[in-house]
């Protein structure tokens, strides 16, 4: 699995432009599949980059926008359809996690009727690393699933910082905790390994402190950084894959609407605890004892509650922990374990 990356050196002010006409007049492509948010895809600027791109070129464009923020498989399988009717020679993404996902799924799902269609993709935020990843999320019967194949990873990656300057301080905050979590977690993954671990270093030294800097400073530069890093992190997962957190994490989205990010967070202290080694708390510069404390005030600091919705149902929510990435957790996750993280929860 190989991917090509345009850094933000290279997309810098009309570097992005430039690099979408010339691979599209370098592939002689003429028919665009474009996977698009709503909202989003106008207030972050894509659409009028789309619009010169489109004026430039001539290339036509079908675009796909008509999922939810949770994509549906029945929702990948509609664009499927009109993927297969239009008849692109590219498909584009451009969005955040549930739009580069759906169009990952899209492409997979075609893959597997025997056409095979490149795939770029362009993230407008800073967290999901989606698009440095061989699998996609989706919603099947209401139920939050992994589906993993060598044909969702995007061909080509190009970073676009400037897309998620206007991204609110939630949204930056829940994203980027996500790619906090990535990194950290592909660091104690029982799948990593030496060149993960060196992605996950990375993304940690572009996110750890920067990203509670942005929420109070909000300068382009530290977005920039933010963006590289949750790349990285992006990159450490695709090899090592997540733990503990996201597999609890998928419940409280599934059932309660937290936003992944969020939900991620609410036991990510509990598990910096138990998984945590003295190497990795010197990267992140605190001690073993005040773990748990040091984790809890970086993320209320970002602006997320670890007090849990009046209506969650803390031990039925447990029960429904996604059993493959329970699995890939440094340490076992026993049901004394699950007990302790309930009564944890339930202090919060």
């Known amino acids: 699995m190989t991917q090509q990356l345009y850094t933000y050196n290279e997309t810098r002010g009309d570097g992005l432009i430039t690099i979408l006409c010339s691979k599209l007049h370098e592939q002689q492509v003429q028919h665009v599949f474009l996977v698009r948010g709503k909202h989003s895809f106008v207030s972050c600027g894509a659409q009028e980059m789309m619009n010169k791109v489109q004026a430039s070129t001539g290339v036509q464009f079908t675009e796909f926008l008509d999922f939810s923020a949770n994509p549906k498989d029945e929702e990948a ?20 996690g549930s739009v580069l996902d ?4 899209v492409r997979h799902y075609a893959a597997e009727k025997g056409l095979f269609i490149p ?28 589906v993993e194949a060598d044909d969702i990873l995007p061909d080509v990656v190009m970073l676009y910082p400037p897309f998620t300057y206007n991204n609110d301080a939630y949204l930056t905050a829940s994203t980027g905790f996500d790619a906090v979590a990535q990194a950290i977690e592909s ?30 400073k909000n ?14 992190a992006g990159r450490a997962i695709n090899i090592s894959k997540t733990t503990a957190p996201h597999a609890f994490s998928y419940a409280f989205t599934s059932y309660y609407g937290y936003p992944h990010g969020h939900a991620v967070a609410l036991t990510f202290p509990f598990f910096l605890h ?6 990795l708390y010197r990267e992140l510069g605190m001690s073993p004892s005040e773990a748990i404390k040091n984790m809890e005030e ?21 029960q429904k922990v996604n059993i ?19 009564l944890y929860l339930a202090k919060n």
């Open 119 to 146: 795939l770029w993709a362009i993230p407008t935020t800073s967290g999901t690393g989606a698009e440095a990843t061989h699998f996609a999320v989706v919603y099947r019967e209401g139920k939050k699933c992994s």
């Open 77 to 96: 399988l509609k664009g499927l359809q009109m993927l297969l009717e239009s008849k692109p020679d590219v498909i584009l993404s451009i969005g955040g």
């Open 219 to 232: 300068t382009e530069e530290l977005r920039d950084e933010v963006a590289e890093g949750a790349y990285w």
């Open 324 to 342: 493959q990435r329970l699995e890939n957790n440094p340490i076992n996750v026993t049901p004394e374990v699950v007990k302790d993280l309930e």
């Open 187 to 216: 660091y104690w993954a029982k799948g990593a390994n030496e060149e993960s671990r060196s992605y996950s270093v990375k993304a940690i030294n572009l996110l750890w402190k920067q990203l509670p800097l942005l929420l109070q």
């Open 102 to 105: 759906i169009a990952k799924l």
């Open 274 to 279: 138990l998984n945590g080694t003295l190497e």
């Open 298 to 318: 970086y993320i209320t600091t970002l602006g997320l509650s670890l007090t849990l919705f009046p209506e969650v149902d803390i031990h039925d929510t447990l």
